[in-house]
């Protein structure tokens, strides 16, 4: 029942979009108010550049919010990584009254300033995938961010010490954003594993998580190391896995090294079926996003949930939620994103990836 979800929707840059109204019709709704005052639930997302947010944690927040509150009203805006955008966005839907803020900070330290207006309007906020830091608030949802990183470097150590190659040469680390605090929990992890075991020959930090600044130094790596003396890549996520795998095959490599990612994106899962790239992070979005949508619901009706943990940002200790992340190689996708119906089959098995998916099981 999943739609196709991968036109990416673009969002203009004032613009807070109503994406479901109130039943209008005067009724009383479930918790007993008016349709026109019912709560208002604003959704605020970094980025497009990474695939996940438009197709999936948008529509499976957009549909659990409606699963559990008919008459509430949504707002969502998307800052296309920029954090002046998104302080507009922010500003603009405290303005039109919401009553919850979901929001996935560009830049997670500016974001306090955001939370702080919502505050002084007494209006609760969650942080979504990203720590915000600084400031207290009321709920953090998101993965161990430590835990990808140790997943993303074990997962590269395995397949260079099963290659013999873990002492043969050097790796590329890709990093992402570094406005993202996730992005510094997913290099400590990484770093915790392969630091000692391998050779970092470089290591970068990437703006935007953006593939094409990912090809750029990939190919600066290519050039200071040499071709041959580059063993593996631990990416961050999929789409610099894309970039840096551009930059390889640029540079005429005829077999690439094992390369790590993140999001299981559908073209990084056809990948990791060919053989281009070895492996990412399976994130159970959906739990993630319907887990938000729960407590913005519930903050919307004065309900509020007790959290599982609490996680320190500088200021306070944050009500958490924080999900298990999954390494998945080509023997682990039937059994994962293929059996959660995270992707069909026949999203996955399209022209050239049709035979590696019938040699991984997968019809």
Sequence with gaps: MRPKWFLVLSVAALTTTVLTAGCGNGSDSGSGKQAEDAPTIALFLPESKTTRYEAFDRPLFEAKVKALCADCKLLYNNAD??????????????AQGADVLVLDAVDAAAAASLVNQAKQKKVPVIAYDRLISDISYDYYVSFNNV???????????????????????????????????????????????????????????????????????????????????????????????????????????????????????LAAVQRILTGEQYMTIYLDIRSEAEKSAELAVGLAKGEPASATT??????????????????????????????????????????????????????
């Design 81 to 94: 990584q920029d954090a002046a955008k998104q302080q507009q966005q922010v500003e603009s839907a405290l």
């Design 147 to 265: 835990r990808v990183g140790e997943a993303q470097g074990q997962a590269l150590l395995d397949a260079l010490n099963a290659k013999g190659t873990a002492d043969k040469g050097k790796i590329v680390m890709i990093n992402g954003a570094p406005t993202d605090p996730s992005s510094a929990d997913y290099k400590t992890g990484a770093h915790n594993v392969l630091d000692g075991k391998v050779q970092i020959g470089r290591e970068f930090d990437t703006p935007d998580w953006s593939p094409d600044k990912a090809q750029q130094q990939m190919e600066q790596a290519i050039t200071a190391l040499g071709r041959d003396n580059i063993v593996g890549v631990l990416s961050a996520n999929d789409g610099m896995a894309g970039g840096a795998i551009a930059a390889m095959k640029r540079a005429g490599y005829t077999t690439l090294p094992p390369i790590t990612g993140q999001d299981a994106e």
């Design 310 to 363: 609490k996680v320190n940002n500088g200021a306070a200790d944050i009500p958490a939620f924080l999900l298990d992340p999954i390494a998945v190689t080509a023997d682990k996708i039937k059994d994962t994103i293929v059996k959660d119906g995270f992707y069909k089959a026949s999203e996955i098995c399209t022209g050239a990836v049709a035979a590696a998916c019938a040699k991984a099981g997968i019809q």
